[in-house]
Each structure stands twice: as C-alpha cells, then as structure tokens.
Antibody, heavy 120, light 110 residues
Framework: EVQLVESGGGLVQPGRSLRLSCTAS????????MSWVRQAPGKGLEWVNF??????????EYAASVKGRFSISRDDSKSIAYLQMNSLKTEDTAVYYC???????????WGQGTLVTVSS | QSALTQPPSASGSPGQSVTISCTGT?????????VSWYQQYPGKAPKLMIY???KRPSGVPDRFSGSKSGYTASLTVSGLQAEDEADYYC??????????FGGGTKLTVL
C-alpha cells in the first residue's frame, strides 16, 4: 500500500524558513516524480512544485508564486522528499500535501497533509 | 496560469446523474489530454478519481466518468449516492512543466 506521511508543519513568523518532509513507503520511491500541492484554509488546491526521478535528471519545476523561495529535493536512499520554504509570507499559510506524481501530471497518491501557518 | 473554471456548486438527488464542468484554454485543457479529477471530503486529503480525461484508477466506481470537448472537460457521476457528496477538483497539465487546478465544485446529494 502506498503511504505518504508529511511532517514539519507548524507556526512560523513571516520572513522565516521551514522545512517539510515527506516519508514514502509501499513503492519504489526512486522510480517516481514527487510533488507538493497546497490548500489555503477554505480555498482550493494549488500546485507548488515537483521533482523528477533521477532517471529523468532529478530536475525541478516550480509555480510562479513560490519560485525563488521554495526548494524541493529528494533522498532516494531514505525515500524522503523535502520542501524547503524560505522567506515565508502570510499567504503561504496552507495545508501542504505531498503527492506521488504520475505521467501526465497526475497526482496519484496523497499524504494526509501538514499545516503551515505563517503569522506574527 | 489562471485557475481552471468550475461551477462553485452542483447537486442532484440519489440515483440521478450530475455533470461538473472544468473550462480552460488552449494552453491547458484544450491543448493536452492530461485532465484529472479529484474528490475531497472535508478535512481529508484529495483522492484521484479520473486521469487522462477519462481513465479510472482501480477501485474507483464506474459511476464516475470523464470526457473532454474543446477547452472544457467534464466529470459525470451517475447513480448518485450519499457518499458522493464532496468537493471535486479538476487539474490539467498547462505546458512549460506546470499544472493548474480548478477552483473546485461542492457536490451536494439532495
């Protein structure tokens, strides 16, 4: 069974940094692209970024709203994907979901999400 | 990219069929057959229901079907059941290695 478990969320002040982790199990982590999707309170879903598998260079792509501030990485030996969030803004407040990405930009499996609150 | 356009709400009685639309542009929905649909219950993570416009993952009831015409994709739920009451989101590959979601539709089973 595919499982994705996010951790690292919490309350952080504007301008500070936070790192989220996504621990995967139930599949060969290194074979898949991984992605983060967020959902502000009471709002819809927003794609954040993704990282390709090493076979495809492990390259990354970002939504314009987070480009230059957020960074996604992966450790295939530990089956963990990371989301480094810098220069956080109040509008980054959201539940952040880790997802396994399939061909055609399909978010195949989702974690339970972790809440990030950016507030002074 | 702008979000895909979905109606805020939809409703139907048990046993009826309901269709939710998702309208984009030539840069996303109209340009690729990479439209997906997700079901989300309150306080829960989304779940993939349809991918590549009309394909269903294993375990998703065949009451759920997807289609696309031009710039508009659609999700149809046939034989509505109480458990289908949820929020539904569409997404599409939008070129330049990006993805865009719709604003979501709240489906109510009357």
């Amino acid at each position: 069974e595919v499982q994705l478990v996010e951790s690292g969320g919490g309350l952080v002040q504007p301008g500070r940094s936070l790192r989220l982790s996504c621990t995967a199990s139930g599949f060969t982590f290194g074979d898949y692209a991984m992605s983060w999707v967020r959902q502000a309170p009471g709002k819809g879903l927003e794609w954040v970024n993704f990282i390709r598998s090493k076979v495809y260079g492990g390259t990354t792509e970002y939504a314009a709203s987070v480009k230059g501030r957020f960074s996604i990485s992966r450790d295939d030996s530990k089956s963990i994907a990371y989301l480094q969030m810098n220069s956080l803004k109040t509008e980054d407040t959201a539940v952040y979901y880790c997802t396994r990405l399939g061909p055609g930009s399909v978010f195949q499996h989702w974690g339970q999400g972790t809440l990030v609150t950016v507030s002074s | 990219q702008s979000a895909l356009t979905q109606p805020p709400s939809a409703s139907g009685s048990p046993g009826q069929s309901v269709t939710i639309s998702c309208t984009g542009t030539s840069s996303d929905v109209g340009g690729y057959n990479y439209v997906s649909w997700y079901q989300q219950y309150p306080g829960k993570a989304p779940k993939l229901m349809i991918y590549e416009v009309s394909k269903r993952p294993s375990g998703v009831p065949d009451r759920f079907s997807g289609s696309k015409s031009g710039y508009t994709a659609s999700l149809t739920v046939s034989g509505l059941q109480a458990e289908d009451e949820a929020d539904y989101y569409c997404s599409s590959y939008a070129g330049s290695n990006s993805v865009v979601f719709g604003g979501g539709t709240k489906l109510t089973v009357l």
